[in-house]
DNA sequence: CCAAAACCCCATAGAATAAATAGGATAATC
DNA sequence: GATTATCCTATTTATTCTATGGGGTTTTGG
């Protein structure tokens, strides 16, 4: 399960991805999308100094993208936010963390399982775009008014 | 991330499928696993109520696998531990919740992303039986020595 | 029968993390 | 300079994870 912080994250920059020149106000982020507001500035915050949103203060402020949204993808978002995609911490590069219990870690079967899960899972998510779930969105909605 | 506990879960029931004829006693799955005594104990007593295991009280007594290891796999071991596989409350069948953020969940482009790797991970999950593992690990340390 | 061996079971402590909120500081506009 | 809006730190609250303690029950074997 990734946080709520993350899922939050990953909501507000699809809102966002469907008006990248927009600014946006925290207080129109949080209604659209059900986030409580003060939460909703942390994560902003947080991606802000990930430089995927860009802001301006005081009165005609706002948040803004700055990057382009077919360059943010699912594994990006979730990594800043949860750290490592793998099951297990042996079973991952970038937050790797030897695990006590066995003893060689090249021969472990259970680590390898979950390597090629993480695998797996790290190559879908790097190909979900936030501009790949805009445009879906946008599909699933013509799709269901038929 | 998945619990310590269901790794060390996923850990006993290996250790175990290398005799799977055998009685073990907890204290010698700990050390032979490296897992905290009286932890592994609360762990075999879940997979005995879940029916993989079978024990016996008393002296002579011990744990043993009740079930075929080639029938048992790492997706039902992960839910009876952790319960969800899906990485979003809204992406799983048997453990569904709805969530507050999006109106309409049918249209919801980050959770249809989650969906699908929930699939494929469970896909995955289900494919890595016990006996598959156990034939894994020898097969990776006959590689190792040469 | 009884003592040792081994699982059974409940309860709880301690730590870490997640989720949310509080309260003010800073900056920009009009 | 009042208003609007982001920036920042700290704290609270709740929950879950990890681990352990301390008996209770069952079985065997002498």
Redesign the pocket.
């Known amino acids: ?1 990734i ?6 994250a990953i909501h507000a920059l699809v809102h966002m991805g469907k008006n990248p020149e927009e ?7 949080s209604e659209a999308c059900n ?5 909703l ?2 994560i ?2 947080d991606l ?2 990930a430089g995927m ?11 803004f993208l700055r990057r382009d949204t077919e360059d943010i993808n699912l594994a990006e978002v979730v990594r800043l936010f ?2 490592a995609i793998a099951a297990v911490p042996c079973a991952t590069h970038k937050f790797y963390e030897p695990c006590q219990e066995c003893e060689d870690e090249e021969t472990c079967s259970v680590r390898d399982a979950f390597l090629q899960v993480r695998n797996a899972t790290v190559e879908m998510l790097k190909n979900d775009t936030i501009a790949g779930l805009v445009k879906k969105e946008a599909k699933l909605k013509t799709r269901k008014k038929r």
């Open positions: 399960m946080s709520k912080k993350c899922k939050y600014k946006f106000l925290i207080k129109d982020i986030i409580p507001k003060k939460f500035e942390a902003l915050l802000k100094r949103l860009g802001s301006k203060q005081g009165k005609g402020g706002g948040y949860d750290g």
